[in-house]
């Protein structure tokens, strides 16, 4: 026959269970229920916590690969169509929540050999001490653990000097500068507090970053007043130097049919060019991949990917985070206590609301419910498809078809 004991530990383990597994767990309770029942201090509360989310999170979730931190709220830049502008602010991560952030990655990576860190903002070159302590941190920790780790960061790239360039270089850090065309559609949109372009201030920077690597990427927003010169503004900025491009419509503003119409022409158009004459130095991911289609609805956010902001809280990804910064919907947890959130990891790997809104409008075939930020963007819902980026999907498929039909 169980002990009193026994049977009270486990109404208080199931009690703790109910917990993490409600919508949004109550971590005050769960740390009270922890200190009384079993009389642990707060760090062995914390560490107990940590534990059994880990151990839970293992048993029911992939891997976690990917981490994005946000090293600063801070940004030198005033872009017209920022998705940043409700996070802008002047914290800065602390080193000592930024190592918890990489002990989690490390912690809930597994077996996974291979895991990745993405440093971002803000601007990240705002506080790049924090850029450098974190790097050095996560490669003693892949050393130690036998893993390997990969390094990137994504940059308005104005702030990028000769000793930047250097330490990116030594520690592998591959650098995404976010360009959108040429002097003309770039300083169109993206413009310094003061309202002048930064299109020499950028070029200066591929300048410097190719003196020490071979290889600079662009990530290109294609607003729908450039959409009908983007297509030369790629091979002007690789005549430049530009080595890969992540090439995508704006999201959070309204396109017209017409402007959508011509970003598909323009997109077919360089699909045919990119394919007609394979080049060794040059690689747009969305083209090698235009006939990869994921196996899984959704995307990695949450799943194999999670965002740590300044304060220390994990969303599923940066840019969610960036559009509700009081209350993200995609809340998963803390870098002291783990992943507590477990029904909405379940909701964002799972994906069944989303599939069926989809299925509920007619979306179907290739498409897998786009991304979650987009979403939440246009609707308000993490799991309403966008109809915005489902037409444009339709207009670049269909580009990249007739593309190979010519």
Not at 116 to 134: R, Y
Not at 359 to 372: A, L, P
Request: glycine share 8%; net charge neutral.
């Amino acid at each position: 026959m169980n002990s009193c004991k026994e049977v009270c530990d486990k109404d208080v383990i199931g009690e703790i269970h109910s917990i993490l597994m409600s919508e949004a767990p109550d971590l005050t309770l769960l740390k009270r229920l922890v200190k009384i029942n079993f009389g642990f201090s707060p760090d062995d509360t914390r560490r107990l916590i940590y534990q059994v989310t880990k151990n839970l999170n293992a048993a029911f979730f992939p891997p976690v690969t990917k981490l994005e931190i946000v090293h600063t709220e801070g940004c030198n830049l005033a872009c017209a169509y920022c998705f940043e502008k409700n996070m802008r602010g002047r914290h800065k991560i602390k080193f000592d929540t930024a190592r918890k952030a990489v002990d989690l990655l490390f912690d809930y990576s597994a077996g996974e050999p291979v895991v990745n860190i993405l440093h971002f903002g803000g601007e990240p070159t705002l506080n790049f001490p924090s850029v450098q302590k974190v790097t050095e941190y996560a490669e003693e920790k892949a050393k130690a653990s036998g893993k390997l780790v990969e390094f990137h960061m994504t940059s308005n790239g104005v702030l990028i000097n000769e000793e930047m360039a250097g330490y990116f270089s030594r520690h592998k850090i591959m650098v995404l500068l976010s360009i959108d065309g040429l002097e003309e559609e770039h300083n169109r949109f993206r413009v310094d507090a003061k309202g002048r372009g930064t299109f020499a201030k950028v070029l200066k920077s591929v300048e410097i970053l190719k003196k020490s690597q071979q290889w600079v990427g662009v990530k290109m927003t294609v607003m729908p007043e450039n959409a009908p010169t983007f297509f030369d503004s790629v091979l002007g900025l690789y005549d430049l130097g530009v080595n890969q491009f992540l090439i995508s419509p704006a999201t959070g503003v309204r396109w017209a049919e017409d402007d959508m119409n011509t970003f598909a022409r323009q997109y077919g158009r360089l699909y045919r060019w990119y394919r007609e004459k394979p080049r060794g130095d040059l690689r747009i991911a969305e083209f090698d991949e235009v006939d990869k289609y994921s196996c899984f609805y959704g995307c990695h956010a949450g799943r194999n990917n999670i965002a740590v902001n300044v304060n220390g809280d994990i969303t599923s990804c940066s840019k969610i985070m960036a559009i509700n910064k009081t209350r993200p919907p995609d809340k998963l947890g803390d870098v002291n206590y783990g992943l507590t959130h477990l029904e909405n990891r379940f909701q964002l790997a799972g994906c069944s609301r989303l599939r069926r809104a989809c299925e509920s409008m007619g979306i179907s075939g290739d498409y897998q419910g786009g991304c979650f930020a987009v979403n939440y963007e246009e609707n308000g819902d993490l799991f309403s498809p966008s109809l915005q980026h489902y037409a444009f999907h339709k207009l670049m498929v269909s580009a990249c078809s007739m593309g190979r039909e010519t």
